[in-house]
């Protein structure tokens, strides 16, 4: 029996053109295989077959309009249940094989290395809490005997029914409250104190004295560095006291927690604080990866084997992972790598192993919008792959964070809101003691009300102003430490300082699940420096050292160095055979590898076969459509490769529907952890908006920021997750390099490769919706981006050869270098591709038309992007009208070509006694008659980036000024881009060179009312 298979519900669309057909009578297909692709002017959509048969007959051809409910074919009923039969049972067994593979492939060693740099993590034994006396903490307290009652019962529900009990009663007891009429919210601030209590820290299986050794050594080696560096050269720069608060972070982690990656381990990802590369650098000195000569090199890149300041791929391609310098990316860069990884994991494309993110910021850092204006998304995704350390040293570059709050208070209310594990790393141990003393509870009230400005003065002082001005305020406090002397005093030291209350933090967050943790560390800006730098103002832009504090400094840490090699600022590294070294290499082998480290072992992928592009490099006969369209069929075709379909990564920020993306909404499914929990009101549609777990599409919602984190985090996946996968990043032209240029150069450093593309661009193009939206500059941006590949093209055919060799060069090729694609939705019909021009199209330009037939005087016109088509207009005018031929010229890419131009220019000045090469724009243009005239709908630096490469006269024609609303006829006419001008411009052009009277020019001036008056736009 035959069933109709026919057009669904496609949402407000009537009569849509058929404009392919992918199934023939006898096919036998499966259930959601495609039938046919729809396309309006808006959209373009697979339909697909709601069952699995055989078509017995198809009842549409190409170029048929249909609308809901008209039958595309009739499917062969008999074949339907055999089939759904055989379907489930491969089905099942698919699954069944890739459950098989996935255990198969956790090798036994895997497992082994996964558990060695587990096991190195030691399991939290149960203690029993030990029984505290809860005191008058609190100066409103107006009746303490009530108090106590209370905290009593607190107590004895603690001990017999343990935490989730109390947790359970304390939350009730405040759901009454809110009921009863309650209106102080209650805070989401806890005391100033460490989070984990110490009876509940895991304890470090270390050996603390070597490991505080290495620490030593390697924050000398990682000042020395600095010192060295800019006793060479007081111009290089660099930081010390940076690193000197977070040594400790550091080497916890290197000694215990990351695990490298190996050919069995994927690895764990660490996003180092940029201005604490020094240290990243001393440690890796004393594992053997950097030598003592490149050490000194620090800072000295040009000439000689030096180090970067600041972690930079581009530069260290096989240190560093991530560029987080410019403050804010390093955050916001690491969340969506979490959140990539799941969807790696989640889309079955790498195996879930545990791996995790780690990301070092400083406190001062946190003011920077990116940092935490993308927390939420780490705990709704539920990134429990993600842990940041804050730095919390109270200071930033010129003075305190919150010299009037406390940052970490701050900080703690702001990540908890956000539904992140919190974890204080306050007090170091030396306070556990006179904590529990403390019976009065004024120790805790003390360390609440003094403010971080005062902290940090505290530690720029001593041991007797501590005792003063901290504990003098209340006699009980003063008495507390009364038998403690003033370096006892000075030894009170802070969690971020404390080897065990680090250690103990981030096994807590190793074992945290369901959502990301923050470790908020307490520290000393300029640690260990002494009066020369440790917590004043301006530790952070201390770089040298006089001889004085450099013999403090080793003093201070125990630097087996004489007065002779401190002065001569020497490095130090002990002896391989040292206690200190072995230690420090077996814990990164036991940790599987090295870090930073960056490696890539992914296959490459093949480009597709020339019939994925076939389609778009015939003529669209009568069809118009807009190059955001092409781009769209382009991409569904790619979903047919095999070997491309499945690493996709198509990215929106909300703007779906805009570009006529969402077919790909039913086709591949939008990516959501949790599935899709509910039923979307439009699920009988074609487009519905379908969530899923194993969804492809990236719709981040309103964040151009988020989606350009997910583009690196997918263009980088080649090093980071060794599988190379194709982002394509499309968004509105103008809220793309304007918006997230920091990124987008974070993203060259990274060596991204993907496709990034500005849709409804062009400064004419976007007609109506006005001044932030008309772009007419990106592609001036993008060519300031040194690997960046920037196209402007006009036709389908064109988009379809640079797209090809997009993915050739990095994805076969394995370049490192991303693309920059301007499309946009203005509706033409697209020609087909004439003979032998693809390698012009690639380089940046090729003679699409000549106009030879008149005779006399011959005008060379260049268009770009949409401008081309009012250049062929306008040839067609000056031909016909005035009798001037013209070469028409497609410009694909005027930043391709002048990279070109610069080249040769270049090649040919460094060989004065050569033959002089040709840059391509001469090549095309030296053989060809008249003054140039280029347009583009972008700023006229755009076209003029190729002035210096040819010796005609040229004149360019552009969209400098602001955009604004109204008709693409009326804002080419302001901007002086339409055919009209471009005649008038040409003739007055001719004129000048003497080729023609300048009558002409001036009776098309008239003709086309052309206002002489009027201001150039830019002054509009
Ligand atoms: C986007 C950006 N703006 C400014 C700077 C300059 N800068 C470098 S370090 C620094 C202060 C950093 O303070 P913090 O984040 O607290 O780090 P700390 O050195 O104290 O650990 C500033 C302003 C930068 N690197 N990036
Ligand atoms: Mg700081």
């Not at 780690?358 to 935490?372: A, I, M, Q, R």
Request: hydrophobic share 35%; aromatic share 10%.
């Amino acid at each position: 029996m035959s069933t109709e298979i026919p057009v669904p519900d496609i949402g407000d669309f009537e009569s849509i053109e058929i404009i392919e057909i992918l199934v023939k009578a006898g096919d036998i297909i499966n259930k959601n295989d495609p039938i046919v692709t729809l396309e309006s002017d808006k959209s373009s959509v697979e339909v697909p077959s709601p069952f699995a048969g055989k078509i017995s007959s198809l009842n549409v051809k190409i170029g048929d309009k249909v609308s809901k409910g008209s039958v595309l074919a009739l499917i062969d009923n008999d074949e339907l249940n055999e089939k759904k039969k055989s379907e489930s049972k491969k089905k099942i067994e698919i699954e069944k094989t890739e459950v098989v593979e996935k255990e198969e492939n956790i090798l036994p060693v895997t497992e082994k290395i996964i558990k060695q740099a587990e096991s190195t993590v030691v399991q939290k034994s149960k203690k029993t809490i030990p029984k505290k006396s809860y005191s008058n903490g609190n100066a409103a307290d107006i009746d303490p005997i009530e108090t106590q009652e209370w905290l009593d019962s607190l107590d004895a529900v603690l001990k017999q029914d343990g935490n989730d009990r109390a947790h359970y009663l304390l939350k009730k007891l405040t759901d009454e409250a809110y009921k009863e009429g309650f209106n102080k919210p209650l805070t989401r601030i806890t005391p100033y104190i460490n989070t984990i209590p110490p009876e509940l820290e895991v304890k470090s299986p270390g050996d603390q004295n070597i490991e505080r050794r290495i620490r030593s050594l390697i924050r000398w080696n990682a000042a020395a560095m600095v010192v060295k560096a800019n006793k060479k050269n007081p111009e290089l720069g660099g930081h010390i006291g940076t690193f000197a608060s977070a040594a400790t972070l550091y080497d916890v982690g290197m000694n215990h927690f990351w695990r490298g990656k190996n050919n069995k381990f994927g690895g764990d990802l660490v996003y180092f604080q940029g201005h604490s590369a020094p240290g990243m650098y001393a440690r890796s000195f004393l594992e053997g990866r950097l030598s003592a000569t490149q050490l000194g090199n620090f800072r000295q890149e040009v000439g000689v084997d030096g180090l970067s300041s600041y972690p930079h791929p581009w530069l260290m391609p096989k240190f560093w992972q991530f560029p987080t310098v410019s403050m804010g990316l390093g955050p916001v860069l690491s969340i969506y790598q979490a959140r990539f990884t799941k969807y790696l994991i989640n889309r079955g494309l790498i195996k879930d192993e545990g791996r995790k993110i780690w990301t070092f910021l400083g406190d001062g850092e946190t003011d920077e919008p990116e940092s935490l204006g993308a927390i939420s998304l780490a705990s709704r995704e539920k990134l429990d792959n993600l842990i940041f350390v804050i730095n919390c040293n109270l200071q930033r570059l010129d003075g305190p964070v919150r010299g009037n709050g406390k940052i970490i208070q701050e900080l703690e209310g702001i990540f908890r809101g956000a539904g992140w594990n919190v974890i204080k790393v306050i007090w170091g141990s030396y306070w556990d003691q006179l904590l529990s003393k403390d019976k009065t509870g004024l120790l805790i009230k003390r360390m609440n009300e003094c403010v971080d400005g005062e902290y940090q003065a505290f530690k720029a002082n001593d041991g007797s102003y501590v005792r003063e001005k901290f504990f003098g305020k209340y006699p009980e406090l003063k008495d507390l430490v009364s038998s403690m002397t003033d370096r006892d005093i000075w030894k009170l030291n802070r969690g971020g300082h404390d080897p065990h209350k680090v250690y103990a933090a981030y096994d807590e967050a190793m074992k945290t699940k369901g959502k990301p943790t923050v470790i908020l560390a307490k520290t000393i800006k300029g640690y260990g420096m002494g009066k020369s730098g440790e917590s004043i103002n301006i530790t952070h832009q201390q770089k040298k050292l006089g001889e004085d504090d450099l013999l403090y400094y080793r003093d201070r840490f125990d630097i087996p160095l004489t007065d002779k090699q401190v002065k001569n600022i020497e490095f130090y590294k002990p002896d391989e055979k040292s206690d200190e070294i072995r230690y420090l290499k077996e814990r990164r082998m036991k940790l599987g590898g090295n870090l930073p480290e960056r490696t890539s072992f992914s296959k490459p992928i093949k480009k597709p076969e020339k019939d994925i592009f076939e389609n778009m490099l015939k003529s669209s006969g009568e069809r118009e459509m807009s190059t955001t369209m092409a781009l769209v069929r382009m991409l569904t075709n790619l979903l047919r490769d095999k070997n491309i379909a499945s690493r996709l990564v198509p990215i929106i920020p909300d703007e779906a529907r805009t570009f006529g993306m969402e077919g790909f909404f039913r086709k591949i499914g939008i990516y959501a952890h949790e599935g899709q929990k509910y039923e979307p009101e439009d699920s009988e549609q074609l487009s519905s908006y379908r969530e899923d777990k194993k969804g492809q599409v990236l719709e981040e919602g309103i964040t151009e920021t988020g989606a350009m984190s997910s583009f690196i985090a997918a263009g980088t996946s080649y090093t980071n997750h060794d599988l190379e996968m194709i982002p394509v990043y499309t968004f509105y032209s103008m809220f793309g390099f304007q918006r997230v240029m920091d990124l987008i150069w974070a993203a060259g450093d990274s060596q991204t490769r993907g496709f990034l593309v500005g849709a409804t661009s062009g400064r004419t193009t976007l007609a109506g919706e006005g001044l932030q939206h008309q772009d007419g500059h990106s592609q001036i941006l993008a060519s300031t981006v040194p690997n960046c590949v920037s196209y402007d093209p006009t036709f389908a055919y064109e988009l379809a050869i640079i797209f090809r060799e997009g993915l050739r060069r990095m994805h076969e090729k394995q370049e490192n270098v991303f693309y920059y694609l301007t499309t946009m939705n203005e509706n033409y019909k697209h020609p087909e591709i004439p003979k032998n021009c693809e390698k012009g199209i690639l380089k940046g330009m090729y003679l699409l038309k000549e106009f030879n037939n008149k005779g006399k005087t011959k005008v060379q016109l260049l268009g770009s992007g949409t401008i081309l088509r009012e250049i062929i207009f306008a040839a067609e005018i000056l031909s016909k009208e005035y009798n001037i031929d013209s070469d028409v010229w497609s410009v694909t890419s005027f930043n391709e070509l002048r990279k070109d131009g610069m080249m040769i220019e270049r090649e040919n000045l460094l060989n004065p006694g050569e033959n002089l090469k040709k840059s391509y724009v001469e090549e095309c243009l030296t053989n060809r008659e008249g003054p140039v005239i280029a347009a583009s709908d972008y700023m006229r630096s755009f076209a003029d980036q190729i002035r210096p490469y040819t010796s005609k006269s040229f004149y360019s024609f552009g969209t400098d000024g602001y955009g604004r609303s109204d008709s693409r006829k009326n804002l080419r006419n302001f901007f002086e881009v339409d055919k009209k001008h471009i005649v008038a411009y040409t003739l007055s052009a001719l004129a000048k060179e003497q080729l023609i009277p300048s009558k002409y020019a001036e009776e098309a001036i008239k003709k086309y009312n052309i206002d002489k008056k009027k201001p150039i736009p830019t002054l509009l």
